[in-house]
C-alpha cells in the first residue's frame, strides 16, 4: 500500500526560528493537504495544493507540491508557541475518495 | 455551529461489550470516513462512505460495522470490543476527492 514518510519526526526550536518540514511518497498524489493537530483535537487544514510544482501561502506557512508529485514541503517562518503541535502530510490519488496520512512531524517550540 | 461533531468524545468500556461512536456533518458533503489514529499518532482510514454508500472499506475486522443513515451521519459500531481496539477514532466529511474536516475525536479506552 501507499506509505508517506514525513521527517523529521520531531523538532525543537526557538521562538522565532524557521521551521521546514517535508513528505515523500513511494506513489504519485493528485492532491497534497498539510494539517495541524493540537493534543486532544481533530487534525486541522492548514494548506491544499493541487498542481504539480504549485507553491500556496497560508499567513505564515508555505507548502509546495514537487514536481514529480511525491513530495511535498511545509515551511513554518517566525514560529511562535502556538505552532506547537503535529503536523501532517496527506495526499489523495484522485481515484478514490481516501486521505493516506504521512508519519506526523512533532513540533515543539521554546520561548 | 460545529462543522463535524461526534459523540461522545470519551468511552471507556470493558472487553466483549458493543459499543457505539455517531457523527454528523453540516457541511453539505457528500463524503464522510472514519480514521482510527493509534498510540504512535499514525491516522489511518477505516472506511469511507460517498452519499450514504460504502466506497473504501480498508481491510477492517468484520466487527466494526458503520451505518449511514443518510449522507450527513455516519455511526460506528463495534462489537466485542478487544484491548488493542483502544485508540482514538475520528470522523471526517469533505467532497470526493477533496479536502476533508475532522471531529473532535471519541478516545475509546477498552480495559
Known amino acids: 500500500g501507499q506509505q508517506l514518510n514525513q521527517s523529521p519526526q520531531s523538532m525543537f526550536i526557538q521562538e522565532g526560528e524557521d521551521v521546514s518540514m517535508n513528505c515523500t511518497s513511494s506513489?504519485?498524489?493528485?492532491?497534497w493537504l498539510w494539517y495541524k493537530q493540537d493534543p486532544g483535537e481533530g487534525p486541522v487544514l492548514l494548506i491544499a495544493?493541487?498542481?504539480?510544482?504549485e507553491l500556496t501561502s497560508n499567513g505564515r506557512l508555505t507548502a509546495q507540491f514537487g514536481i514529480t508529485r511525491k513530495d511535498s514541503f511545509l515551511n513554518i517562518s517566525a514560529s511562535i508557541p502556538s505552532d506547537v503541535g503535529i503536523y501532517f502530510c496527506?495526499?489523495?490519488?484522485?481515484?478514490?475518495?481516501?486521505?493516506?496520512f504521512g508519519t506526523g512531524t512533532r513540533l515543539q517550540v521554546t520561548l | 455551529d460545529t462543522a463535524v461533531s461526534q459523540t461522545p468524545k470519551y468511552l471507556v468500556t470493558q472487553m466483549g461489550n458493543d459499543k457505539s461512536i455517531k457523527c454528523e456533518q453540516n457541511l453539505g458533503h457528500d463524503t464522510m470516513y472514519w480514521y482510527k489514529q493509534d498510540s504512535k499518532k499514525f491516522l489511518k482510514i477505516m472506511f469511507s462512505?460517498?452519499?450514504?454508500?460504502?466506497?473504501i472499506n480498508e481491510t477492517v475486522p468484520n466487527r466494526f460495522s458503520p451505518k449511514s443513515p443518510d449522507k450527513a451521519h455516519l455511526n460506528l459500531h463495534i462489537n466485542s470490543l478487544e484491548l488493542g481496539d483502544s485508540a482514538v477514532y475520528f470522523c471526517?466529511?469533505?467532497?470526493?476527492?477533496?479536502?476533508?474536516?475532522f471531529g473532535q475525536g471519541t478516545r475509546l479506552t477498552v480495559v
Open positions: 471526517a466529511s469533505s467532497q470526493p476527492r477533496g479536502r476533508a474536516f
Open positions: 495544493l493541487y498542481k504539480a510544482g
Open positions: 496527506a495526499g489523495n490519488t484522485g481515484t478514490a475518495s481516501k486521505l493516506t
Open positions: 506513489s504519485i498524489f493528485n492532491t
Open positions: 462512505y460517498n452519499n450514504k454508500e460504502l466506497i
